[in-house]
Nanobody, 122 residues
Framework: QVHLVESGGGLVQAGGSLRLSCAAS????????MGWFRQPPGKEREFVAA????????YYGDSVKGRFTISRDNAKNTVYLQMNSLKPEDTAVYYC???????????????WGQGTQVTVSS
């Protein structure tokens, strides 16, 4: 059984930083594109960032460009999301997910973690 487990969420003041981690268990994900999505309260799930298996292709949602950085360590089966200059509108549950071909919509991803809450206070 393969699982994705997010960690690193929490409460932070506006302008602060957090680093999320997503660990894959049961099988390596060196061949999968890994993505981060978020879902604010009462809203749809939104694409945040994705990184190809080699790390050579990285893309971000418009709302986080220049502030968030996605990276991965295939030896550790872990993908990271460094979030800087956080804003109250970044408040959401953050999910990591695995995809065979990448993409920016949830339907492109076949495996999801349980999510981690990020709350940014003003």
């Amino acid at each position: 059984q393969v699982h994705l487990v997010e960690s690193g969420g929490g409460l932070v003041q506006a302008g602060g930083s957090l680093r999320l981690s997503c660990a894959a268990s049961g099988r390596t994900f060196s061949s999968a594109t890994m993505g981060w999505f978020r879902q604010p309260p009462g809203k749809e799930r939104e694409f945040v960032a994705a990184i190809s298996w080699s790390g050579s292709r990285i893309y971000y949602g418009d709302s986080v460009k220049g502030r968030f950085t996605i990276s991965r360590d295939n030896a550790k089966n872990t993908v990271y999301l460094q979030m800087n200059s956080l804003k109250p509108e970044d408040t959401a549950v953050y999910y990591c997910a695995a995809s065979r071909g990448g993409g920016v919509v949830p339907a492109d991803y076949y495996l999801w973690g349980q999510g981690t809450q990020v709350t940014v206070s003003s």
